[in-house]
């Protein structure tokens, strides 16, 4: 760098979008957490479910879209807007992108709030708004980075500080995450079916799912407490190399995390087991942020006991530490199978958003409010009380959860004295739950409390100050040795390399044929040797080519996107484009008639899968309870899969066919009329409203457009067809005295209902039979599961 | 990715350069933490080559159908000591007709269709459950026949009954069938509803099949039959 002392400008930092995004944060903060708290309580009085618009199946995706995207999401971005422009040294890279950005969001957010309780939803977890909205965060996102990337573009600060690598980790991840998942084809201006069915989506979903943790809720909190953290304690941060460590393991391990969320399903063991082992790999890289943050403190303990943005943002990544233990723990598949679907998920999600993005938001916003209007702190009590009642609150909602989640796991797997049936029914599982779920609310209720006190706090420290946007003389950077890299240095070098090569040859191992895998893993750690070897000997070098690194934003984002998109594609393209017949095993689910398609619609969209799923695991108390386990070919045709993830209500896999539809009928309008104690909804208002014929044909069209195996029908007959099979299902419920609409959403609903589970044994096309002949290359890859069978060994 | 630079006298390096008045220590990387992160890999390597290349250990699938087939053949084998006669000897011991009504009364089992007072109704209201004080039987009115409909649910279970089997276990199917039976006398006489199923007497000696041979393969026949394609026992939840 030729810096020749160079002249020194005023620069005015771009503080109002920060401030608005602070704002929008911390009021989004009360709604997210007031959604919480209504919905806990509808667990335990179903008669809180108010109105068609106000049961939980449509409110928790509120709630849970709410804490994540309003909430963290605003707060997320106040940070980045405030910590990049200091490091970068320059204003926001452009104040119009900066307005959109900020109006944009807010608007996403309102179309949310309409459009969740309306009942428009696609049905997958964190990824329920509808079309039209993805589209639009799709754009805010992009506007977002290319004003994230504008500021690099023009920083006068050479190099990158940890902060932003995080930055620029969440912008391109959460970009290709976002836009995959959400790939659909629209039947209606409100409706549209996923591109992925079944296991394809389960995979995707998941892959989205746990990495909207990760890159959403975790990358961003990290870099935001790699600058404000160090700021607070007035401290050097612990360790740069332990930086560089975590930072790139844990960026590269996440994305493959995802199918702990499908462990024991009919997803493919091999899924299974690169998600539970990721998992625990990823225990150390997340730990190492927890160490960086906690030991930066080192020397400044004391101010522990004075500055409550301290409190918070130790306790925060105490939380951090806490639940990214958790997190692996939970993924070991003999925990797991007891914790699934059950409350002790709630509470791992819960100790992350509340203690470490809450505690790490309320942090910030104690830090932030008084340099942003120019004055004091008003109540460094008050501050302090909102940290004990959050604590305690946080406390008393995670420990009720663990209680919760193991003894209804627990009580599940009871069976009876001769061992061959189920002890427990649901319900009374269900029961003896709901003390914890009463404690459940106190403590949110007490976070939220906590969270008013902040508001009221902070409204008074805003009251007695001014906005102040930030001036600073700011030498502008000669840019003689930055942003000059190119693709040679970037991708030609020992650490690229070396990571390259050693990965290359452990994919080998996993996906080599028997033989050709073996002998990949011996190279792989002859390999690793020598790497590290080599590292030993040019270490220096490999320093300086991070150094220089950090002077180039490209191809830091480029190797960072590298990184995360490695996972994902390993995972994914194997399911996308496995023939189908390997992908159906023994079993085919039957094809939805319309009137049947019409009613799983309206499954999704009332929220169903919130609290029911629909897979039966490979595990002796689900198979006791639901009957035989779920096979990949019976969820083939789902779009959107629903295999859901906590179980509030029973499995609903093979429910077809088990009950007369007049108990249906029943149950949705009153389900205590069938199942005292139960806390479900009643959904009395299908039996209003008309089914909706007038999309189905397009409906059914996408389906086909999709590869689902509709023979080729024209609008009437599908209207028709609907409308005998209603006629068919109202006829039966008047022999037992009860009057429906045959063109009724319940009928429909019920019609949905009594085909789950239904599938036929498909004349399986000699693919089995001509495995193991005609292998084009001998070193093809191949699944491992095919492999291990191919070894004879089961 | 420990560089091994021995540090002079152990201080921690503080790097120069500053970001916005943030500067950053060079610690070595704790070891206890660097061997959690080895562990894991090491850990990773080992199950994989067993699982994968060694074939170790069952698979899912393996491990469950070998669980299932075991629990089914001890079913069988309670089956094979229930009939009529011992139906009807349980149902005036005191001890199973009380245990009987306490699954009977529970709420959200068969009390919820059939009533507190077995007529199918509550309170003037007609229930979906058929009544089981009288003796009109629309699946057959003998013991082992009312036992198959409590245990495997009526032949069309989306137009009746629900299976029990799974929820219950046959212990306690067999101590409510003691407390229907409770209510009635062993040779009362037993009527047909006319709109019974013309199948049922035959499809109800499937339990104890050999008490009557004869018709065991017009049962055998009729099961299949019936429910096509939905799944193995499917219980209740």
Same mark, same amino acid.
């Given at each position: 760098?030729?810096?020749?002392?160079?002249?020194?400008?005023?620069?005015?930092?771009?503080?109002?979008?920060?401030?608005?995004?602070?704002?929008?944060?911390?009021?989004?903060?009360?709604?997210?957490?007031?959604?919480?708290?209504?919905?806990?309580?509808?667990?335990?009085?179903?008669?809180?479910?108010?109105?068609?618009?106000?049961?939980?199946?449509?409110?928790?995706?509120?709630?849970?879209?709410?804490?994540?995207?309003?909430?963290?999401?605003?707060?997320?971005?106040?940070?980045?807007?405030?910590?990049?422009?200091?490091?970068?040294?320059?204003?926001?890279?452009?104040?119009?992108?900066?307005?959109?950005?900020?109006?944009?969001?807010?608007?996403?957010?309102?179309?949310?709030?309409?459009?969740?309780?309306?009942?428009?939803?696609?049905?997958?977890?964190?990824?329920?708004?509808?079309?039209?909205?993805?589209?639009?965060?799709?754009?805010?996102?992009?506007?977002?980075?290319?004003?994230?990337?504008?500021?690099?573009?023009?920083?006068?600060?050479?190099?990158?500080?940890?902060?932003?690598?995080?930055?620029?980790?969440?912008?391109?991840?959460?970009?290709?995450?976002?836009?995959?998942?959400?790939?659909?084809?629209?039947?209606?201006?409100?409706?549209?079916?996923?591109?992925?069915?079944?296991?394809?989506?389960?995979?995707?979903?998941?892959?989205?799912?746990?990495?909207?943790?990760?890159?959403?809720?975790?990358?961003?909190?990290?870099?935001?407490?790699?600058?404000?953290?160090?700021?607070?304690?007035?401290?050097?941060?612990?360790?740069?190399? #332990? %930086? &560089?460590?975590?930072?790139? *393991? /844990?960026?590269?391990?996440?994305? @493959?995390?995802?199918? $702990?969320?499908?462990?024991?399903?009919?997803?493919?063991?091999?899924?299974?087991?690169?998600?539970?082992?990721?998992?625990?790999?990823?225990?150390?890289?997340?730990?190492?942020?927890?160490?960086?943050?906690?030991?930066?403190?080192?020397?400044?303990?004391?101010?522990?006991?004075?500055?409550?943005?301290?409190?918070?943002?130790?306790?925060?990544?105490?939380?951090?530490?806490?639940?990214?233990?958790?997190?692996?723990? #939970? %993924? &070991?598949?003999?925990?797991? *199978? /007891?914790?699934?679907?059950?409350? @002790?998920?709630?509470? $791992?999600?819960?100790?992350?958003?509340?203690?470490?993005?809450?505690?790490?938001?309320?942090?910030?916003?104690?830090?932030?409010?008084?340099?942003?209007?120019?004055?004091?702190?008003?109540?460094?009590?008050?501050?302090?009380?909102?940290?004990?009642?959050?604590?305690?609150?946080?406390?008393?909602?995670?420990?009720?959860?663990?209680?919760?989640?193991?003894?209804?796991?627990?009580?599940?797997?009871?069976?009876?004295?001769?061992?061959?049936?189920?002890?427990?029914?649901?319900?009374?599982?269900?029961?003896?739950?709901?003390?914890?779920?009463?404690?459940?609310?106190?403590?949110?209720?007490?976070?939220?409390?906590?969270?008013?006190?902040?508001?009221?706090?902070?409204?008074?420290?805003?009251?007695?100050?001014?906005?102040?946007?930030?001036?600073?003389?700011?030498?502008?950077?000669?840019?003689?040795?930055?942003?000059?890299?190119?693709?040679?240095?970037?991708?030609?070098?020992?650490?690229?390399?070396?990571?390259?090569?050693?990965?290359?040859?452990?994919?080998?191992?996993?996906?080599?044929?028997?033989?050709?895998?073996?002998?990949?893993?011996?190279?792989?750690?002859?390999?690793?040797?020598?790497?590290?070897?080599?590292?030993?000997?040019?270490?220096?070098?490999?320093?300086?080519?991070?150094?220089?690194?950090?002077?180039?934003?490209?191809?830091?984002?480029?190797?960072?996107?590298?990184?995360?998109?490695?996972?994902?594609?390993?995972?994914?393209?194997?399911?996308?484009?496995?023939?189908?017949?390997?992908?159906?095993?023994?079993?085919?689910?039957?094809?939805?008639?319309?009137?049947?398609?019409?009613?799983?619609?309206?499954?999704?969209?009332?929220?169903?899968?919130?609290?029911?799923?629909?897979?039966?695991?490979?595990?002796?108390?689900?198979?006791?309870?639901?009957?035989?386990?779920?096979?990949?070919?019976?969820?083939?045709?789902?779009?959107?899969?629903?295999?859901?993830?906590?179980?509030?209500?029973?499995?609903?896999?093979?429910?077809?066919?088990?009950?007369?539809?007049?108990?249906?009928?029943?149950?949705?309008?009153?389900?205590?009329?069938?199942?005292?104690?139960?806390?479900?909804?009643?959904?009395?208002?299908?039996?209003?409203?008309?089914?909706?014929?007038?999309?189905?044909?397009?409906?059914?069209?996408?389906?086909?457009?999709?590869?689902?195996?509709?023979?080729?029908?024209?609008?009437?007959?599908?209207?028709?067809?609907?409308?005998?099979?209603?006629?068919?299902?109202?006829?039966?419920?008047?022999?037992?005295?009860?009057?429906?609409?045959?063109?009724?959403?319940?009928?429909?609903?019920?019609?949905?209902?009594?085909?789950?589970?239904?599938?036929?044994?498909?004349?399986?096309?000699?693919?089995?039979?001509?495995?193991?002949?005609?292998?084009?290359?001998?070193?093809?890859?191949?699944?491992?599961?095919?492999?291990?069978?191919?070894?004879?060994?089961? | 990715?420990?560089?091994?630079?021995?540090?002079?006298?152990?201080?921690?390096?503080?790097?120069?350069?500053?970001?916005?008045?943030?500067?950053?220590?060079?610690?070595?990387?704790?070891?206890?933490?660097?061997?959690?992160?080895?562990?894991?890999?090491?850990?990773?390597?080992?199950?994989?080559?067993?699982?994968?290349?060694?074939?170790?250990?069952?698979?899912?699938?393996?491990?469950?159908?070998?669980?299932?087939?075991?629990?089914?053949?001890?079913?069988?084998?309670?089956?094979?000591?229930?009939?009529?006669?011992?139906?009807?000897?349980?149902?005036?011991?005191?001890?199973?007709?009380?245990?009987?009504?306490?699954?009977?009364?529970?709420?959200?089992?068969?009390?919820?269709?059939?009533?507190?007072?077995?007529?199918?109704?509550?309170?003037?209201?007609?229930?979906?459950?058929?009544?089981?004080?009288?003796?009109?039987?629309?699946?057959?009115?003998?013991?082992?026949?009312?036992?198959?409909?409590?245990?495997?649910?009526?032949?069309?279970?989306?137009?009746?009954?629900?299976?029990?089997?799974?929820?219950?276990?046959?212990?306690?199917?067999?101590?409510?069938?003691?407390?229907?039976?409770?209510?009635?006398?062993?040779?009362?006489?037993?009527?047909?509803?006319?709109?019974?199923?013309?199948?049922?007497?035959?499809?109800?000696?499937?339990?104890?099949?050999?008490?009557?041979?004869?018709?065991?393969?017009?049962?055998?026949?009729?099961?299949?039959?019936?429910?096509?394609?939905?799944?193995?026992?499917?219980?209740?939840?």
């Amino acid at each position: 760098m030729t810096s020749t002392a160079a002249s020194k400008v005023p620069i005015e930092f771009n503080d109002k979008v920060v401030r608005q995004f602070m704002l929008a944060s911390i009021i989004f903060g009360v709604v997210a957490m007031l959604a919480g708290v209504f919905i806990a309580s509808q667990l335990n009085f179903h008669q809180l479910n108010l109105a068609e618009w106000l049961t939980f199946g449509r409110l928790r995706p509120l709630h849970t879209n709410a804490a994540i995207f309003a909430f963290v999401g605003n707060m997320m971005f106040a940070g980045i807007y405030y910590s990049t422009q200091r490091l970068c040294k320059c204003r926001m890279g452009n104040d119009t992108l900066s307005s959109i950005h900020f109006w944009g969001w807010q608007l996403i957010i309102v179309a949310a709030a309409i459009t969740l309780p309306l009942g428009l939803s696609r049905g997958k977890e964190y990824a329920e708004l509808i079309w039209p909205i993805n589209i639009a965060v799709a754009v805010i996102w992009v506007v977002f980075a290319v004003n994230f990337f504008l500021t690099l573009h023009k920083r006068n600060e050479p190099s990158l500080y940890v902060a932003l690598w995080f930055y620029i980790a969440t912008i391109v991840t959460v970009a290709m995450l976002y836009i995959v998942n959400h790939l659909s084809i629209p039947t209606s201006w409100t409706h549209s079916y996923g591109i992925f069915g079944g296991v394809q989506d389960g995979l995707v979903q998941w892959w989205y799912g746990h990495n909207a943790v990760a890159f959403f809720l975790t990358t961003p909190i990290l870099g935001i407490m790699y600058y404000f953290l160090p700021k607070a304690a007035e401290r050097p941060v612990y360790s740069y190399r #332990l %930086s &560089i460590v975590h930072f790139w *393991s /844990l960026v590269f391990l996440y994305i @493959w995390a995802g199918p $702990h969320h499908l462990l024991h399903t009919a997803l493919p063991k091999w899924l299974q087991m690169l998600g539970m082992f990721f998992s625990l790999m990823l225990w150390a890289p997340s730990w190492g942020g927890m160490l960086n943050g906690l030991l930066t403190l080192r020397g400044a303990w004391d101010k522990l006991r004075t500055d409550p943005v301290i409190k918070f943002f130790i306790a925060g990544v105490t939380f951090y530490g806490m639940s990214t233990f958790e997190g692996p723990l #939970l %993924s &070991i598949r003999a925990v797991n *199978s /007891l914790s699934h679907y059950s409350d @002790w998920t709630i509470g $791992h999600v819960h100790s992350g958003a509340l203690g470490w993005n809450g505690f790490m938001a309320a942090g910030m916003f104690y830090w932030l409010a008084p340099r942003l209007w120019g004055t004091k702190l008003y109540s460094i009590s008050m501050a302090n009380f909102h940290f004990w009642i959050g604590t305690l609150g946080i406390l008393l909602y995670v420990v009720a959860m663990w209680i919760s989640g193991v003894m209804q796991g627990l009580m599940l797997n009871q069976v009876t004295a001769d061992g061959l049936a189920v002890k427990n029914t649901f319900l009374d599982t269900l029961q003896a739950i709901r003390p914890l779920m009463g404690l459940r609310i106190i403590g949110g209720g007490m976070f939220l409390l906590g969270w008013i006190v902040m508001c009221v706090n902070l409204w008074k420290t805003i009251r007695s100050g001014k906005p102040v946007n930030e001036v600073r003389e700011v030498a502008l950077l000669q840019r003689g040795g930055t942003d000059t890299m190119g693709m040679k240095e970037t991708f030609f070098n020992d650490p690229t390399a070396c990571t390259f090569g050693a990965m290359l040859l452990v994919f080998g191992w996993i996906f080599l044929p028997p033989g050709a895998d073996i002998a990949s893993l011996i190279c792989a750690i002859i390999f690793g040797f020598m790497a590290v070897r080599r590292f030993q000997k040019t270490s220096h070098t490999w320093a300086l080519w991070y150094e220089s690194l950090l002077h180039n934003y490209l191809p830091f984002t480029v190797l960072t996107f590298v990184a995360v998109v490695i996972g994902g594609l390993i995972q994914i393209i194997p399911t996308v484009t496995v023939n189908s017949a390997k992908n159906v095993e023994d079993r085919i689910q039957k094809l939805y008639e319309p009137l049947e398609l019409a009613g799983r619609d309206i499954y999704v969209s009332e929220g169903c899968y919130n609290c029911h799923s629909q897979m039966i695991r490979t595990l002796v108390p689900d198979v006791m309870r639901y009957g035989d386990y779920s096979r990949l070919g019976e969820s083939i045709y789902d779009h959107p899969f629903q295999w859901g993830s906590k179980r509030t209500g029973p499995d609903l896999a093979r429910e077809g066919g088990q009950r007369p539809d007049s108990w249906h009928y029943e149950h949705l309008m009153d389900p205590r009329s069938m199942s005292p104690m139960s806390n479900m909804p009643p959904y009395a208002h299908l039996n209003t409203k008309p089914f909706d014929q007038k999309t189905l044909p397009r409906k059914i069209a996408v389906m086909r457009q999709l590869g689902v195996p509709y023979p080729p029908m024209d609008a009437t007959e599908i209207k028709m067809k609907a409308l005998e099979q209603g006629v068919k299902i109202a006829t039966e419920l008047k022999k037992s005295n009860i009057v429906v609409r045959p063109d009724s959403e319940m009928v429909a609903v019920i019609a949905y209902l009594q085909k789950l589970g239904q599938f036929e044994q498909p004349a399986v096309e000699d693919a089995l039979s001509k495995k193991g002949q005609g292998v084009p290359f001998p070193l093809s890859p191949i699944i491992p599961d095919d492999g291990r069978r191919a070894n004879g060994a089961q | 990715m420990d560089p091994k630079k021995p540090s002079p006298n152990n201080e921690p390096i503080l790097r120069e350069h500053s970001y916005d008045g943030i500067q950053e220590y060079d610690q070595k990387l704790p070891n206890w933490w660097l061997f959690t992160l080895y562990i894991a890999i090491v850990y990773f390597v080992i199950y994989w080559l067993c699982y994968y290349q060694l074939g170790i250990g069952s698979s899912d699938t393996l491990v469950i159908d070998k669980a299932m087939a075991e629990m089914q053949t001890a079913r069988d084998k309670q089956m094979e000591s229930i009939n009529d006669e011992q139906l009807w000897a349980l149902s005036r011991d005191p001890a199973a007709v009380e245990a009987g009504k306490a699954t009977f009364m529970t709420p959200g089992m068969c009390v919820t269709c059939h009533g507190p007072d077995l007529t199918g109704m509550l309170s003037g209201a007609k229930l979906p459950g058929l009544p089981l004080s009288d003796q009109e039987w629309k699946h057959g009115g003998k013991p082992t026949e009312i036992f198959k409909i409590v245990r495997k649910g009526s032949p069309d279970i989306t137009k009746g009954m629900a299976a029990w089997e799974l929820v219950l276990g046959m212990k306690r199917v067999s101590e409510v069938v003691a407390f229907v039976l409770s209510h009635h006398k062993e040779g009362e006489p037993i009527t047909r509803a006319a709109d019974s199923p013309p199948a049922t007497p035959g499809a109800a000696t499937t339990a104890p099949a050999a008490t009557t041979p004869g018709t065991a393969p017009a049962a055998a026949a009729a099961a299949p039959a019936a429910a096509p394609a939905v799944s193995p026992p499917p219980a209740s939840k």
